[in-house]
T-cell receptor, first 110, second 115 residues
Framework: EDQVTQSPEALRLQEGESSSLNCSYTVSGLRGLFWYRQDPGKGPEFLFT???AGEEKEKERLKATLTKKESFLHITAPKPEDSATYLC???????????FGTGTRLQVFP | ETGVTQTPRHLVMGMTNKKSLKCEQH?????MYWYKQSAKKPLELMFVYNFKEQTENNSVPSRFSPECPNSSHLFLHLHTLQPEDSALYLCASSQGNRDTNTEAFFGQGTRLTVV
């Protein structure tokens, strides 16, 4: 069964304190792995798509990496505005389904 | 603005009411999704439509009835709901072409409260 597990469940960082969020997955043939950011009361906002092991993508203070079993979202020198829940999802080949993890709730304090 | 618009943003309904949620996308996509988001749980896929055909039904109770009249519009008809159906209902769309890798874009959701 396709599955996504995210850790930690919650993360508190001081402004400027870099860290990483983990997304472990099992899927029957990966079509894509997706990272989203979600603010309270809003819909998820698309960040990155990763297609194959070894791939990396960057956007401002965020960098996403992918292996055959997991993905990391690295946050460098975070700011309070980076506070949000970060969601990971996978999509298997020959399916329209996106399977989500429970997310990591990130809080960045000044 | 993601190009996916959901209405209403908030809805309170009694257990005997009938209501509908609406989703419209302006991205030229062919696949549309309904997800349910409850506290402390991952997003739960409910339905997927690809080129107006339902391709996924994740064992959703019949009190939820989807309708996809065209690739730009998706509805979720609600009737005789239960309090445990209270949640954030999210609509999303994607290219829908299984030969390409494609991300889904979400609307802002409808916060549903069943009383």
């Amino acid at each position: 069964e396709d599955q996504v597990t995210q850790s930690p469940e919650a993360l508190r960082l001081q402004e400027g304190e870099s860290s990483s969020l983990n997304c472990s997955y099992t899927v029957s043939g990966l079509r894509g792995l997706f990272w989203y950011r979600q603010d309270p009361g809003k819909g998820p906002e698309f960040l990155f798509t990763l297609y194959s092991a070894g791939e990396e993508k960057e956007k401002e203070r965020l960098k996403a990496t992918l292996t055959k079993k997991e993905s990391f979202l690295h946050i460098t020198a975070p700011k309070p505005e980076d506070s949000a829940t970060y969601l990971c999802a996978v999509q298997a080949k020959n399916t329209d389904k996106l399977i989500f993890g429970t997310g990591t709730r990130l809080q960045v304090f000044p | 603005e993601t190009g996916v618009t959901q209405t209403p943003r908030h809805l309170v309904m009694g257990m005997t009411n009938k209501k509908s949620l609406k989703c419209e996308q302006h991205l030229g996509h062919n696949a549309m999704y309904w997800y349910k988001q409850s506290a402390k749980k991952p997003l739960e896929l409910m339905f997927v439509y690809n080129f107006k055909e339902q391709t996924e039904n994740n064992s959703v109770p019949s009190r939820f009835s989807p309708e996809c009249p065209n690739s730009s519009h998706l509805f979720l008809h609600l009737h005789t709901l239960q309090p445990e159906d209270s949640a954030l209902y999210l609509c999303a769309s994607s290219q829908g072409n299984r030969d390409t890798n494609t991300e889904a874009f979400f609307g802002q959701g409808t916060r549903l409260t069943v009383v």
